[in-house]
């Protein structure tokens, strides 16, 4: 039976390891599918894809789009290593781990400021505090914001990956099994996070804002390099989704609620309490809190020590298009 540790490595790498799609022999002369995922961790997705913007945008083209539900940043992730999709959103640290595994991305576009994540257990556990975690089961779904935010919390409570037992599930699922008994404890995602506080009356035990890193649009790096117009044009596309849902908030609640499948003060407590859709503009502040969370996993063990985190993150975060943004 492999240690934790083990788990932990091989659930992180795991997403960037799939055998990703062929690259075209020679550039492409004329593009005809943009592939693009939504999620419910990304509200600006959700209007983008209700109004039709890329569509719009490439309608006198002749270009059509897909758009591909992703459920977790570990989807996301496996999606454009695999080549299925063009663009995914995930959280930086995921996108962080992935590239350091070979993961061909590039991290373009700031689609939110999120608080989505925190530790969760069921308000008759008897856990206050992440060292009261010693010896229980977690569950966790690898390779997400999530899952590094565990890593961390339990690094700096002095907790080794063989004080805790990590059940490998996708966040609906985590959350069941917390309602369920059957976990301790779960690394939650909104809107989930916020369904089980409003609906089963669970509790953030520990909250750490500035530990959740951005979320962060990815594009396939054969795909930048391609069709770099088509990237800009995307963002284009999602600066008005971004700019449409700040002056919207309440069209965005009830969006999210119906997309999500949620109650409307599910979707508002995610967006009013927990979401910040006020960046786009890929930088610094983006650059520094992924890589506090890429030295905190190496110093955790979790990363290799001959990795070199900087590196990797100069090499992950392209901030070319950023001069396609409007603000």
């Known amino acids: 039976m492999v240690s934790n540790r083990r788990f932990i490595l091989a659930a992180l ?56 539900q992703t459920v977790g940043s570990n989807k996301a992730l496996e999606f454009l290593n695999a080549g299925s999709i063009d663009f995914g959103a995930t959280a930086g640290s995921a996108a962080l781990v992935a590239r350091i595994n070979g993961n061909p991305i590039k991290s373009i576009y700031v ?42 919390a339990l690094a700096e409570a002095k907790l080794t990956d063989k004080d805790v037992k990590f059940v490998l599930l996708q966040h609906a699922d985590g959350r069941l099994a917390l309602t369920r ?50 990237v800009a044009r995307v963002l284009k596309a999602y600066e008005q989704a971004r700019k449409w849902s700040l002056a919207n908030p309440a069209e965005v609640t009830k969006q999210l609620a119906e997309a999500a499948k949620i109650p409307a003060n599910v979707a508002e407590k995610q967006l009013k309490e927990r979401t910040e859709l006020t960046h786009s503009a890929i930088g610094k502040p983006q650059y520094d809190s992924i890589l506090a969370a890429g030295l905190a996993l190496q110093e955790a063990g979790v990363v290799a020590a001959n990795v070199d985190v900087k590196k990797v993150l100069d090499e992950l975060i392209d901030t070319r298009f950023n001069a396609s943004l409007t603000n």
Request: glycine share 6%.
């Open 111 to 152: 689609y939110s400021r999120p608080e989505w994540t925190a530790l969760v257990t069921r308000k008759d556990s008897g856990i206050k505090t992440v060292a009261d975690l010693k010896g229980k089961a977690v569950a966790v779904t690898r390779g997400t914001d999530p899952h590094i935010f565990l890593v961390r």
């Open 181 to 230: 008994g059957d976990v301790q404890a779960w690394a939650g995602l909104d809107p989930m996070m916020a369904a089980a506080e409003l609906d089963e009356g669970h509790v953030l035990f520990h909250r750490k804002p500035e530990a959740n890193t951005w979320g962060i649009l990815n594009v396939r790096e054969a795909f930048a390099k391609e069709h770099p117009d088509a």
């Open 13 to 68: 790498g795991a997403i960037a390891l799939l055998p990703a799609a062929a690259a075209p022999a020679a550039a492409q002369s004329k593009l005809s599918e943009i592939r693009i995922d939504w999620s419910t961790y990304n509200p600006v997705s959700i209007i983008l894809k209700n109004q039709s913007l890329v569509e719009k945008e490439f309608e006198k083209d002749g270009i059509k789009v897909r758009w591909v």
